[in-house]
Structures are given as C-alpha cells and as structure tokens.
C-alpha cells in the first residue's frame, strides 16, 4: 500500500530564511506526490505536485518541492519564508490502478515562520 | 459555485442521533471525495463518486456510514446512530475527472461532534 511520513510535527523558521518541511514516500508503482496546505479554520490547499519530469516542482506561494527517487523524499521548500507561510502542511501519495482514487496524506508539519 | 461548499460547519449532537452532512462540488467536477479528519491527523479515506456513481466505499468504518450523490453534484454523508469516537472533521472534495494525475479541491469541512 502507498503512504506517506512527515517526520516532523512542527517545523520553526525565522522570516527570511530558507524552509523545507520533509516527506518521504513509499509507493509499489510510479509515484504521484501533492503537497497541501491548512490555514485554520479552512480547508485544505492544493500547493504543487509531482507526476513525472522534472524533479523540482514548482507550485502556488512561491513554494517548491524536490523528488528524490533514491531517497524516496519529496521534501517541500521556500528559499525565503513569510511570517503568513505559518500553517499545517500536508504531503500526500495518490494510489494507483484499480485505487486510483485514494489519496494518502501524512500526518502533518505544522510550520511556525517567526518575525 | 467557486469552491466546495460544505453544510453544516459546525454540528452537535447527541449519541445515538442521526446526522447529514452535505457536499456541493465544484460545478463540472465529476468525481467526489469524503475524508474524515481526526486531530492532529492527516484526512483519511471515506469513500468516492464518479458523477452519481458510489465507484469505492472501503474506507467507510461500518454500516453506520453511508453516501450518496443521486444526481451526479451534491452528496449526502449519512450517519446514523451517532458515537463519541465519531467526532472529527469531515472533508468532501471535488476533482474534474477520475484520473491519477489530478488534484483534490477541498471543502473547509464539517466539524461533526457527538456528546
């Protein structure tokens, strides 16, 4: 079965500075990777995601995401944070096949960007 | 509509009771999505719709739980007899068609709790 890890429950970054909020993988079969995000009191965010090419993503926010086969990582990455970045993100892996249709998401990196 | 809209935002309700929990999709989109959300979790899998179609109920945890989306846009998440470890919040999302390479569009959720 596919699934997704985030390894970190919290993630804190000074305004400025570079983040990257981690995820690895674990798929049978070709990888099809997303990150969202979660402000409060909202729904989840579509941010970028990963089919195939090239292996850094770019997505909404400035946001990016770099695949990494041999490390199976698909770690999500801003080269300058801001103090509105803070919220919960979520990595995901969507199935394959016959179960195409489900998404499985990561517990969540909650993601503190300090002024 | 512009987004998935989701009703109500907020519900409380006693053990053993009924609720129904709505989705409306974005319009055009034919597939349909239910997750549940536990806290500090990532969504997981309820069940999916391609246009009217109930197409995977596997993540459905017992008969309590049901959907139904009877004419291809809003659907229903029906669950009877209401339990405390029902408590979470539900997400529906929508997407454009039923392919592994499309993301999923939230809803801001249904905040279900059971006393």
């Known amino acids: 079965a596919q699934s997704v890890a985030q390894p970190e429950d919290q993630v804190n970054v000074a305004e400025g500075n570079p983040l990257t909020v981690k995820c690895t993988y674990s798929?049978?079969?070709?990888?099809?990777l997303f990150w969202y995000v979660q402000y409060p009191n909202r729904g989840l965010q579509f941010l970028l995601k990963?089919?195939?090419?090239?292996?850094l993503v770019k997505g909404s926010y400035g946001f990016e995401a770099e695949f990494n086969k041999s490390q199976t990582s698909f770690h999500l990455k801003k080269p300058s944070a801001l103090v509105s970045d803070s919220a919960l993100y979520f990595c995901?892996?969507?199935?394959?096949?016959?179960?195409?249709?489900?998404?499985?998401f990561g517990s969540g990196t909650k993601l503190n960007v300090k002024p | 509509g512009a987004g998935v809209s989701q009703s109500p935002r907020y519900k409380v309700t006693k053990r053993g009771q009924d609720v129904a929990l709505r989705c409306d999709p974005i319009?055009?989109?034919?597939?349909l999505y239910w997750y549940r959300q536990a806290l500090g979790q990532g969504p997981e899998f309820l069940t999916y719709?391609?246009?009217?179609?109930?197409?995977?109920k596997s993540g459905l945890p017992n008969d309590r739980f049901s959907a139904e989306r009877p004419e291809g846009s809003i659907s229903t998440l029906t669950i009877q007899r209401t339990e405390q470890r029902d408590s979470a919040m539900y997400r529906c999302?929508?997407?454009?068609?039923?392919?592994?390479?499309?993301?999923?569009?939230f809803g801001e959720g249904s905040r279900l709790t059971v006393l």
């Open positions: 999302a929508s997407s454009l068609a039923g392919t592994n390479t499309g993301e999923l569009f």
């Open positions: 798929v049978s079969g070709n990888p099809y």
């Open positions: 990963y089919i195939t090419g090239d292996n």
């Open positions: 995901a892996v969507r199935d394959e096949g016959a179960n195409f249709n489900k998404f499985y």
């Open positions: 319009s055009g989109h034919v597939s």
């Open positions: 719709f391609n246009y009217e179609a109930q197409q995977d």
